[in-house]
């Protein structure tokens, strides 16, 4: 390879790989997809690409394929500066969150993105998406990567992957990052906030690939049933049920609750306070509505995003069920995923 940055482009499938056909749209493979796209050729940088067969809409993302994902990283980790990953955009914070996790002491770029429309439509946002996130996975400074981290890329905004959230379905700014600042905004130049980007490890890339879904997510809302409740708090399947709750982490405090709470709390089982805000923190016991999940010694999910949780709660306990050791690691920020808030 010469002194050019070097991109494996790894196409999962999603609404960037699909062409109109009569009335529906249908996936391609991504060697119809490159016809599309005759800019690649054009880059000052050695591209490869691999493609899964058949594409996959992001409905159907599941742990499985994030471990292939991963293993395809690792596999080809020290042959390319960076990466980009197209996905579908539905469950695509899922993924960046789960990736960012898998992939400890990361040092080099990790750019998920994909399209609200697909490459066979005109007014397609696909072709600047993928090209400035080819841009950015290659970008470096004295050698060194610019964004070394897992991120998304979309409508001209570089955010966090494990701080991002699929906002709108139909605008092209599509994701939010509503708790931490945007890493990067593409204009005429990319102007990368530097303060706010990790600085990169300096250790071997760790891998984890060990996933437990045993994780239920139950929302509440007034007038919820107690069945409803019972459904998940009474199934032995789940070691770690997410509550989300309303606003900075409150819920309501009739007597039928609380004892199910602490039941399932005295099986050992794990409970984690996530709010339905999309922006703000978890501060539990600002009101007197949440003083009983520090009782209970509920976790906090303090400013993180629910993709983040789920993902998070996944891996931890794919590694261990044990409640301590659980809350231990899920309060530590493993890459930058969250922020803790004093009371």
């Known amino acids: 390879m010469s002194n050019r940055s070097a991109i494996l482009i790894i196409f999962t499938g999603g609404t960037i790989g699909m062409i109109k056909k009569v009335n529906n749209y249908v996936p391609i493979n991504f060697k119809e997809l490159v016809k599309y796209f005759p800019e690649l050729d054009k880059l000052n940088y050695y591209l490869e690409i691999i493609g899964f067969n058949p594409p996959i809409d992001s409905a159907e993302m599941n742990p499985k394929i994030?471990?292939?994902?991963?293993?395809?990283?690792?596999?080809?980790?020290?042959?390319?500066?960076?990466?980009?990953?197209?996905?579908?955009?539905?469950?695509?914070?899922?993924?960046?969150?789960?990736?960012?996790?898998?992939?400890?002491?990361?040092?080099?770029?990790?750019?998920?993105?994909?399209?609200?429309?697909?490459?066979?439509?005109?007014?397609?946002?696909?072709?600047?998406?993928?090209?400035?996130?080819?841009?950015?996975?290659?970008?470096?400074?004295?050698?060194?990567?610019?964004?070394?981290?897992?991120?998304?890329?979309?409508?001209?905004q570089l955010m966090r992957g494990n701080r991002t959230h699929k906002s709108s379905s139909n605008e092209f700014n599509a994701f939010s990052s509503n708790n931490y600042p945007i890493l990067a905004r593409a204009g005429i130049d990319i102007n990368y906030n530097q303060n706010v980007i990790s600085n990169g490890a300096l250790k071997t890339l760790k891998i984890h690939k060990k996933i437990k879904n045993s994780v239920g997510l139950l929302k509440l809302f007034p007038g919820i049933s107690k069945e409803n409740v019972y459904c998940f708090l009474r199934n032995d399947f789940f070691d770690a049920i997410i509550l989300q709750t309303y606003g900075c982490g409150n819920t309501m405090q009739e007597?039928?609750?609380?004892?199910?709470?602490?039941?399932?709390?005295?099986?050992?089982?794990?409970?984690?306070?996530?709010?339905?805000?999309?922006t703000g923190n978890i501060v539990q016991g600002r009101y007197q509505t949440s003083q009983v999940f520090i009782d209970l010694e509920v976790i906090s999910s303090y400013d993180m995003t629910l993709e983040s949780v789920v993902t998070k709660t996944m891996l931890l306990l794919g590694d261990s069920t044990n409640k301590k050791l659980f809350k231990e690691k899920f309060h530590q920020s493993f890459c930058g995923e969250l922020t803790k808030i004093d009371k």
Not at 115 to 133: C, F, M, W, Y
Not at 255 to 278: M, P, R, T, V, Y
């Open 66 to 156: 994030w471990i292939k994902i991963v293993e395809i990283i690792e596999k080809n980790y020290t042959k390319f500066d960076g990466f980009v990953i197209l996905h579908g955009t539905d469950t695509m914070a899922y993924t960046a969150s789960a990736i960012s996790f898998m992939l400890q002491n990361l040092n080099k770029p990790i750019v998920f993105t994909g399209s609200q429309l697909p490459i066979g439509v005109h007014r397609t946002d696909a072709k600047e998406n993928l090209i400035t996130s080819i841009e950015i996975a290659g970008s470096r400074s004295f050698g060194k990567a610019n964004v070394p981290e897992v991120c998304i890329y979309f409508e001209n």
């Open 255 to 278: 007597n039928w609750f609380i004892d199910e709470l602490k039941s399932f709390n005295e099986k050992g089982k794990i409970l984690i306070n996530a709010s339905q805000c999309e």
